[in-house]
Nanobody, 120 residues
Framework: QVQLVESGGGLVQPGGSLRLSCAASGAGFSINVMGWYRQAPGKQRELVAVVTSGGDTFYADSVKGRFTISGDGAKNTVFLQMNSLKPEDTAVYYC??????????????WGQGTQVTVSS
């Protein structure tokens, strides 16, 4: 069974930085895509950034130039470095893995969510 465990959220002042991490536990799977989503109060969950197994990345326009996603395939871990944080970045951040268990079709897995609050 695969579980995703997130860490790294917290309270930070505008202009500050945070680094989120998300690790997948378990064995016998291959990862296709790792990503981060966020959901602010009263809003729908939105894509923040993704990285493929080939190293290609995609960012939402709202975070381009400020956030960097990276993956460590050997450790089944994805990171999100967030710089120049703004109050509008405040949300619960969720990691998402699209992975394939041996002999099965690809499936989406979600982390438990970690709160990021940007406020002075």
């Amino acid at each position: 069974q695969v579980q995703l465990v997130e860490s790294g959220g917290g309270l930070v002042q505008p202009g500050g930085s945070l680094r989120l991490s998300c690790a997948a536990s378990g064995a016998g799977f291959s990862i296709n895509v790792m990503g981060w989503y966020r959901q602010a109060p009263g809003k729908q969950r939105e894509l923040v950034a993704v990285v493929t197994s080939g190293g290609d990345t995609f960012y939402a326009d709202s975070v381009k130039g400020r956030f960097t996603i990276s993956g460590d395939g050997a450790k089944n871990t994805v990171f999100l470095q967030m710089n120049s944080l703004k109050p509008e970045d405040t949300a619960v951040y969720y990691c998402n893995f699209n992975l394939r268990l041996l002999g099965r079709s690809p499936k989406e897995y979600w982390g438990q969510g970690t709160q990021v609050t940007v406020s002075s």
